[in-house]
């Protein structure tokens, strides 16, 4: 596969590349966003863009932790308009699972949050738990995030898929890590299924991990029939923006859709030069606007616009 590699997304993309586009898809974190208040350069531009001329585009994020309204008003207070219709969260495609292994109106365990107020489980029919002595009543272990006593809650999934294998253990968002906007990282929820799959496996249980967010064509699939209600164009007319190779741009191609990468998140050089297969983006910014390109230098063959072989 080859790369294009441009300096600024909305240079290319205000300069008529959106005609080549039927939607466009957004990851949010270490996109739009780095931490959760402060919008990158050119995003809050993009956004009002897209707004004003009626472009349909959605905000996909692996961010199951937060609710749609609250992601949205994280959005918001950084500038951006939009509301939380607009925000398409992985654990909305519990919606789906839901109905597929028969969960609904049944007792599923939540490990930490799971969106705010109404829990996404409950959104999807299911009837959240919280309580680790309740555990046992419980139909499927679905991982959260935020703040919780990571120990006991682990301790306590762990015991119980040991006496129920067959429940499943399901991560909506299957990320290992993100960028916490502050040079770090926070721990995924993917990293904590992984870790529980892990361990049972050592003690010679096998047990079915799922996970729902990007790169699982799932999140795709919902995100279009949202966007797309009626009839989804060519897929290839369809162009996800994001940071991570693992999840935003291998999605992306599992999918069919157009991938491009933008670097003002988790990905960098390194990273980018070792990509393969399905990890390797269509499209390459150094970053959405013209203002956040300056501090990275595109060697003379990989210049703007430039095809060069991967």
Same mark, same amino acid.
């Given at each position: 596969m080859s790369m294009l590699r441009f300096n600024s997304f909305n240079d290319w993309w205000f300069g008529g590349a959106c005609r080549m586009y039927d939607?466009?898809?957004? =990851?949010?974190?270490?996109?739009? @966003? $780095?931490? &959760? !208040?402060?919008? @990158?350069p050119g995003?809050?531009? @993009?956004?009002?863009?897209? !707004? %004003?001329?009626?472009?349909? /585009?959605?905000? #996909?994020?692996?961010?199951?932790n937060h609710s749609r309204e609250d992601k949205s008003s994280f959005l918001n207070a950084a500038g951006f308009d939009l509301q939380p219709e607009d925000i398409i969260s992985c654990a909305l495609v519990l919606k789906t699972l839901a109905v597929d292994l028969s969960l609904k109106g049944e007792k599923v365990f939540i490990m930490g949050e799971l969106g705010e107020p109404v829990s996404y489980a %409950?959104?999807?029919?299911? #009837?959240?738990? /919280? %309580?680790? =002595? %309740?555990?046992?009543?419980? &139909?499927a272990v679905i991982v959260g995030e935020g703040k919780y006593d990571w120990c006991s809650v682990i301790e306590t999934v762990v015991n119980f898929l040991m006496r129920h294998p067959e429940v499943p253990l399901i991560a909506p968002n299957p990320d290992t890590h993100w960028p916490n906007g502050h040079g770090g990282i926070g721990i995924g929820a993917g990293a904590t299924s992984r870790f529980?799959?892990?361990?049972?496996?050592?003690?010679g249980f096998r047990i079915r991990r799922m996970t729902l967010g990007k790169p699982e064509r799932a999140i795709f699939d919902y995100a279009l029939g949202k966007i797309f209600p009626v009839s989804c164009p060519d897929r290839r007319r369809i162009l996800m923006v994001g940071? /991570?190779? &693992? $999840? =935003?741009? !291998?999605?992306?191609? !599992?999918?069919?859709?157009? $991938?491009?990468?933008?670097?003002?998140?988790?990905t960098n050089e390194n990273l980018l030069a070792d990509a393969e297969d399905d990890d390797v983006p269509q499209l390459v910014f150094n970053a959405l606007s013209p203002a956040d390109c300056e501090a990275s230098v595109i060697p003379d063959p990989k210049i703007s616009g430039q095809t060069f072989p991967r």
């Open positions: 939607g466009l898809l957004l =990851d949010i974190d270490g996109t739009l @966003l $780095s931490g &959760k !208040r402060q919008a @990158l995003a809050v531009e @993009l956004i009002a863009f897209l !707004r %004003e001329t009626g472009f349909p /585009f959605g905000i #996909l994020t692996n961010d199951g %409950e959104l999807a029919g299911m #009837l959240p738990v /919280f %309580e680790l =002595d %309740e555990i046992d009543a419980c &139909k529980i799959a892990e361990l049972l496996n050592d003690l940071d /991570f190779l &693992k $999840s =935003d741009i !291998r999605g992306a191609n !599992r999918a069919g859709l157009t $991938s491009a990468l933008v670097m003002t998140g988790v």
